[in-house]
């Protein structure tokens, strides 16, 4: 995959980034997009393709860029395919900050140091070339406002962008909400960025449950699932005799 054209991750992270904050909208589930993105630019390159609710790797090459690259790598490890909404909500530690770097060595945005309360240093993110961010912005406009299909990587891009939530931030108040509509529309233009646009909206809303351990030996339930023991009475508070005791003590107490 050459670098003459944007990735969906790229393009996914500058969409979100406000220009006059510097810093991302959505941040926590913006990784969630991220790694939803990852997925669909994958598919585009040939690399992955879906498998009902599940990813396969149908071409283990490289990419060339080095972050995807990690991305096929573990997916291939798996050995077989891996539903989309488990890969989506797996452990994403610093995916924005690895894009963000990412961007600021290809020059497309500039870091900017400052501090916060005076005292706690941060970084802001400013869009070194407005006209990239505009012309991305343009496409989902296009689409929005034409209602012609949009291309697949347009439509993937729409479909996260409303899946990561923002619509109320490129769309904002009643004025957008037509817009934001139109937006989740899109999501059918793309079966791919469908896909990976419900599983990130799924682990949003905890459905990214791990898989269910196996039964024991010779199907004994996991140790977890066995019945404890009965717990110790609270300090201070006679134990209660069984049944049988009471029985023994009555009998006791005849004779």
Do not use: F
Not at 15 to 39: C, E, W
Not at 106 to 122: E, F, I, S
Not at 199 to 214: E, H, K
């Amino acid at each position: 995959m050459g670098r003459s054209r944007r990735t969906l991750p790229e393009e996914l992270l500058l969409l979100a980034l406000d220009p006059t904050t510097g810093t991302t909208a959505q941040p926590q589930s913006l990784d969630l997009g991220l790694a939803g993105a990852q997925l669909v630019e994958l598919a585009l390159a040939g690399r992955i393709a879906p498998d009902g609710d599940r990813i396969a790797v149908v071409a283990p090459r490289p990419t060339g860029d080095p972050t995807l690259d990690c991305a096929l790598e573990l997916l291939r490890r798996r050995g077989a395919p891996v539903r989309a909404v488990h890969w989506i909500g797996g452990p994403r530690l610093g995916l924005r900050q690895t894009y963000l770097s990412h961007l600021e060595r290809c020059g497309m945005v500039a870091a900017v140091p400052g501090q916060m309360c005076g005292v706690l240093p941060t970084t802001r993110y400013q869009a070194t070339d407005t006209a990239i961010s505009r012309e991305i912005r343009a496409r989902l406009d296009s689409a929005i406002r034409t209602g012609v299909p949009p291309d697949p990587r347009t439509a993937a891009l729409a479909a996260l962008a409303h899946a990561v939530g923002l619509g109320k931030h490129l769309y904002p108040g009643n004025e957008g909400r037509s817009s934001r509509s139109r937006l989740r529309d899109l999501i059918r233009h793309d079966p791919m960025g469908g896909l990976v646009a419900h599983a990130v909206m799924d682990v949003q809303n905890g459905a990214a449950a791990p898989p269910r351990r196996p039964p024991g030996p010779a199907g004994r339930p996991p140790a977890a699932a066995r019945s404890a023991p009965a717990p110790e009475p609270a300090r201070g508070v006679p134990m209660q005799p069984h049944h049988g005791s009471m029985a023994s003590m009555a009998r006791a107490a005849v004779h």
